[in-house]
C-alpha cells in the first residue's frame, strides 16, 4: 500500500507536461510567434520566442517527470523531499508557458498581455506540492528503531576502547569545488567581496563533505578537516539507536533544528540517534552506525564492580 501510493502520487509529476503538451496542439492555429515571458508586477517586461519557450518547458517537464519515476522506483529514495519539488518544478514551468501564451492571446499582442488573474495558476503549484508531502506515507520510527545495541562482550574495568565513523556528502563536495572555482574566478576579475563569500561557502560545503564520528569514554565527538565542533559528553547520554535517516524527516541536509531534535545529516542512509539525559535528540548520519552505537550504550551502562 505505502508503495503503491508511492507510485501514484509520482505518477501525477507527468500532469504538467501532459496539460503543457495538449495546451500547445490545442493552440497549434493560432499561437503568436513572441510571448511575454516574464513580468514586472502584472505588465510584461520581457518576451520569447514561443516555440523555444515550449521546448524549454517541456524538457524541465520531462526532467521533472523522470526524476519522480526514479523515486518511485527507488524504496531507499527519500521520496518526502524530492516528489513535491518535482510537482512544484513541473507546474510552475509548464504553466509559466501556459499563462504567458493565453495572456498574450488574450490581448492580441506580447506587448499589450497583462497577468491579472492568470498569476493564480501557477502558484497552485504550492498547493499541490504541500498535498504531495501530507498524502506520502510515513515510515513509523518505532518500527525504524530496534533495540539498542550493545558489545557482545562487555568491557572490563579500566578497559578503553574507540571507534570511528564516517560520513561522506557527495553532493557538498562538489558544492564546496563549485564555490572554490567561483572564489577563484571572482578574485581574478576584482571582486574580491564575492570572492570572500565564496570562499566562505567553501569552507561550510567542504565540511559536511566528510564528517568523522568518534566514540571513546569521552563521548561523541563530530570533526571535520581534523577540526571538531561538535561534542556530546558521555555522562549526558542515556542511550543510543541505530535508524535509517531520512533527510525530509529531519529538515534536510546539514546541520538541522527540528521538533524531532537536533541532526547533522550529510546523506540518506544508517545512522546513530542519541536521547540525551535533560537535552533535545541527536542524529548523525554515518557508516558502520551499529557498531558505534553498540560502544556507546556499553560505554554509557553502569559498569559491575570489580
Not at 539498542?148 to 562487555?154: C, G, I, K, N, R
Not at 569545488?177 to 574580491?192: D, P
Amino acid at each position: 500500500m505505502t508503495t503503491s501510493r508511492t507510485r501514484l502520487l509520482a505518477a501525477t509529476s507527468a500532469v504538467p507536461l501532459l496539460a503543457l503538451v495538449i495546451a500547445r496542439l490545442a493552440w497549434s492555429g493560432e499561437l503568436p510567434p513572441v510571448v511575454a515571458s516574464h513580468w514586472s508586477g502584472t505588465e510584461p517586461d520581457r518576451f520569447s520566442d514561443t516555440t523555444t519557450y515550449f521546448w524549454i518547458a517541456a524538457a524541465v517537464c520531462a526532467a521533472a517527470t523522470a526524476i519522480a519515476g526514479a523515486v518511485a522506483a527507488r524504496a531507499r529514495t527519500d521520496a518526502a523531499l524530492w516528489l513535491p519539488a518535482t510537482v512544484l518544478i513541473g507546474w510552475t514551468v509548464a504553466t509559466a508557458w501556459i499563462v504567458s501564451v493565453a495572456a498574450t492571446i488574450e490581448a492580441g499582442s506580447p506587448e499589450a498581455a497583462t497577468l491579472g488573474w492568470w498569476i493564480i495558476v501557477p502558484l497552485l503549484g504550492i498547493v499541490w506540492a504541500i498535498a504531495t508531502f501530507a498524502l506520502l506515507p510515513r515510515t513509523s520510527h518505532s518500527a525504524e528503531n530496534g533495540a539498542a545495541p550493545t558489545l557482545p562482550v562487555p568491557l572490563t574495568p579500566g578497559e578503553r576502547a574507540a571507534w570511528t565513523g564516517y560520513a561522506r556528502g557527495r553532493w557538498a563536495g562538489v558544492l564546496a569545488l563549485a564555490m572554490a572555482v567561483a572564489a577563484v574566478v571572482s578574485a581574478l576579475v576584482g571582486a574580491l567581496w564575492l570572492a570572500v563569500l565564496f570562499l566562505v561557502l567553501t569552507i561550510a560545503g567542504g565540511g559536511f563533505a566528510s564528517v568523522t564520528v568518534q566514540i571513546d569514554r569521552t563521548g561523541l565527538t563530530l570533526s571535520s578537516w581534523n577540526v571538531r565542533w561538535r561534542k556530546i559528553p558521555l555522562d549526558s547520554i542515556d542511550e543510543a539507536r541505530v535508524t535509517e535517516i531520512r533527510p525530509a524527516e529531519w529538515g534536510g541536509w546539514g546541520y538541522r533544528f527540528t521538533p524531532r531534535g537536533t541532526a547533522v545529516v550529510i546523506r540518506a542512509g544508517e545512522g546513530i540517534v542519541v536521547t540525551r539525559t535533560g537535552g533535545r535528540p541527536f542524529a548523525v548520519t554515518v557508516d558502520g552506525a551499529a557498531q558505534g552505537a553498540a560502544l556507546l550504550n556499553t560505554l554509557v551502562a553502569p559498569r559491575p564492580a570489580s
